[in-house]
């Protein structure tokens, strides 16, 4: 695949990194692979990045002028414009997971997991799938698995950029792109760790972020 048709990916976690001050910075991650396919959309002429951000960004920036690619193609009379396309990507994805997925019909999750980047459903399945037996362990089985990760994962980290409302600072980003920057900007070293040491660093990422935008703004003023 040409990356010059590639449409220009958004690095969630970049945006967020960049906000925080060296004390907390990490290591980043590095991309997969070269020789693992990216995933692309493509509507019209456009393409658009499922799975791969970082291999794309880190062959753009090295003058590379090809990558592996699998592409899943919606045809669409006439071709919608870029951010219309973007915006139905965006709903089908989320419309995939809780299609996948239990949750009850009220349930909050309906209301609060929206995501602003593409491919943000299949990192959280993933994380949820590597979280599972913990949570089995924990007692939550069957349907009642995703309300139990929902309630004794999700909320624990995100309560802490709601009270503290850090999310109006990053008009790019919805709560779940937070959660997901939050609990996997360790990458598979935190993915190692007991499940409420996860929690105890996702935490502890959103507060150093609410610090670090919290003293940008004291400045400005």
């Not at 624990?156 to 990053?170: D, E, H, N, T, Y």
């Not at 150093?208 to 935008?213: D, G, P, S, Y």
Request: net charge positive.
């Amino acid at each position: 695949m040409p990356i010059y048709r590639i449409m220009l990916p958004t690095l969630r976690n970049d945006l967020f990194e960049q906000r925080l001050p060296d004390l907390y910075a990490v290591a980043p991650l590095p991309p997969a692979p070269p020789s693992r396919p990216i995933t692309l959309y493509k509507i019209g002429e456009s393409y658009f990045v499922r799975d791969g951000n970082r291999r794309v960004a880190a062959a753009r920036t090295r003058g590379h002028m090809f990558l592996r690619a699998n592409v899943v193609e919606y045809l669409f009379d006439p071709v919608p414009p870029a951010a219309e396309a973007m915006r139905f990507l965006l709903a089908q994805e989320r419309a995939d997971f809780f299609g996948a997925c239990f949750f009850a019909a009220d349930h909050p999750a309906h209301h609060t997991l929206y995501a602003a980047c593409l491919g943000a459903f299949d990192e959280l399945s993933a994380m949820i799938d590597r979280m599972r037996p913990e949570l089995e362990r924990m007692g939550a089985a069957g349907d009642q698995l995703l309300p139990f990760w929902y309630s004794h994962v999700y909320e624990p980290v995100v309560r802490v950029a709601r009270r503290r409302r850090v999310l109006p600072f990053f008009d790019f980003a919805t709560e779940l792109d937070m959660f997901l920057w939050a609990m996997g900007r360790y990458g598979e070293q935190l993915a190692t760790l007991p499940l409420r040491e996860q929690i105890r660093q996702g935490r502890r990422a959103l507060v150093a972020l609410w610090l670090a935008v919290g003293t940008a703004q004291i400045r400005r003023a």
